[in-house]
């Protein structure tokens, strides 16, 4: 009588089979779980800008809208009324956020320069950088592009007009 010591091919294959299908569906998880933080990212920050023009335009005061890296190294977004916090948003841990201006349209900027964002209470204009308090960027911020894993999803500003759309 012979003794079996191992496997043979056949059960070889067969949990080589099911590890493969497992690894798949974990994969398509993880990537499911980054584009949901990356639309969840984008709708807040499309949501806090649509917040920041109507106070801007309402109000006497100022009103802006930093994006910025804190100390923790997670990106926020914050609606400033008269330099206090009105609104805000911890946007989901490992994401990137990066801005594109018009005065360097090629060079994405990351949020570890602050990016403040205003408007012209008379037109709806985004005001250019240079004119609010808290940016080291020139120009006007053309849109704002965020990232996790292999999701990308982007918020395009028309400066001229004050619009925005959010997009994947």
Known sequence: ?????????????VIIAILA??????????????SAQTRKAVGEIDALLSACK?????????????LYRDGDGRVRCDLLCDGAAEDSADLPSR????YFTDADPGAAID???????????????????????????TGS?????????ASTGCVTLVP???SHSAGG
């Open 54 to 66: 109507i106070s801007s335009m309402s109000r006497t005061g100022s009103s802006v809208l930093k």
């Open 141 to 149: 911020c053309t849109s704002i592009r965020i990232s996790s894993g």
């Open 95 to 98: 994401i990137t956020v990066e």
């Open 1 to 13: 009588m012979r003794s079996r010591k191992g496997f043979t091919l056949v059960e070889l294959i």
């Open 111 to 137: 949020v570890s320069r602050p990016l403040c964002l205003s408007f012209v209470r008379d037109t709806g204009a985004f005001m250019p950088l240079s004119e609010v308090d808290g940016n080291t960027a």
């Open 160 to 162: 001229s007009t004050g």
């Open 21 to 34: 299908i497992v690894g798949t569906i974990a994969g398509l998880s993880l990537s499911s779980i980054s």
